[in-house]
């Protein structure tokens, strides 16, 4: 009784702690998440869709609400953002993953605490209920930065908090429509002898992400998704490479989301941050720049999330839509899917 006494006075206190942290910081945080941009029109998604995809996209922002305003870590927020994505069957990542060529599910994640550089990163997992908690671990408890398909699995064996579920388990029967779409597609062009890159444009609705800054002033990222619909010979994005999908650093945050070729060969996430810092660029101007320009020149489209540690937010895309919501430092907080929003 004594023990369950002191733990409890000892949980109250970590609380209060938390709290006066954030009091004596103002209680100055902010969130950004996005669930992935892509061709994404008001005709194509009914009235019930939309306030399905508001209200997931709600839950994650509560979940990171919950943390930073308790004086929690942006760490913590962006995992917990993450994980309500990943547990969400509308979005490209954990429950909603899409389908590989061979009619199984892959699934990629990273995260990165930005005043201290460390990151974490699994690639190909097909039995990690929240890809995103794996990352983190391999984070806190590896000499490592990424671990991929077996190996991570392996990894994932030895983490006793690490949930595990069948590869079935992803299964949802939006995802498995479009691969049926894509296999019908892909036949045509070989039967026409016509492939054309470009084709993919759009057509992914991939990744899911966050970005935190909390009352003591650190800036944290994390990105999760199940990669590109009827991918084939492990492909892997840029969701789990840090630099490419997803960077944190003392100054900037960022989380993308598009065709993860192209955001590879940009290092998309690394360059808006080093505009702000190497070049003193607005964190919108930074964004918009890599985003509307450098992307879209070398014949890829997506989009991303950003935050700066002064709590200023961008959320740049060059698609038709991208599912996103924020929470400002001044308490502003919405959703929104189109660009017109």
Request: contains cysteine; glycine residues 12%.
């Amino acid at each position: 009784m004594r023990l369950l006494m002191t733990l409890v006075l000892a949980m109250v206190a970590m609380n209060t702690n938390a709290q006066d942290a954030a009091h004596e910081a103002g209680g100055r945080f902010a969130l950004v998440i996005h669930g992935g941009a892509g061709v994404i029109e008001r005709a194509d998604l009914s009235a019930a869709d939309e306030r399905e995809i508001r209200a997931a996209l709600d839950v994650a922002l509560d979940a990171g609400h919950a943390v930073l305003s308790a004086g929690g870590t942006a760490l913590d927020a962006v995992q917990a953002a993450v994980v309500a994505l990943e547990e969400s069957p509308r979005f490209n990542a954990g429950k909603g993953a899409v389908y590989n060529a061979i009619g199984r599910h892959e699934l990629d994640a990273s995260i990165m605490e930005g005043h201290t550089r460390r990151a974490g990163a699994v690639a190909g997992v097909t039995t990690v209920r929240n890809p995103v908690t794996l990352a983190r671990v391999v984070m806190e408890r590896s000499p490592h930065v990424m671990l991929m398909g077996d190996g991570a699995e392996q990894f994932a064996d030895r983490q006793p908090d690490i949930e595990r579920v069948g590869n079935d388990w992803f299964d949802t029967e939006t995802r498995y429509e479009q691969l049926q779409r894509a296999r019908e597609r892909e036949q045509a062009e070989a039967q026409a002898g016509e492939v054309d890159p470009q084709d993919l444009k759009g057509k992914y609705f991939g990744t899911v992400g966050a970005v935190a800054l909390d009352v003591h002033g650190h800036i944290a990222t994390a990105t999760s998704t199940g990669g590109m619909t009827n991918k084939k010979f492990g492909r892997v994005g840029d969701s789990p490479i840090v630099g490419a999908g997803t960077w944190a650093d003392e100054r900037c945050g960022v989380s993308g989301t598009g065709w993860g070729e192209f955001f590879i060969r940009n290092a998309v996430a690394h360059d808006i941050c080093a505009r702000v810092a190497y070049r003193g660029d607005t964190l919108q101007a930074a964004a918009d720049e890599v985003i509307m320009k450098r992307v879209p020149e070398l014949g890829g489209d997506g989009g991303a999330i950003a935050l700066d540690r002064e709590g200023n937010i961008a959320m740049p895309f060059n698609t038709s839509g991208m599912y996103r919501g924020w929470i400002k430092p001044d308490g502003d907080r919405g959703t929104a899917i189109f660009r017109e929003e």
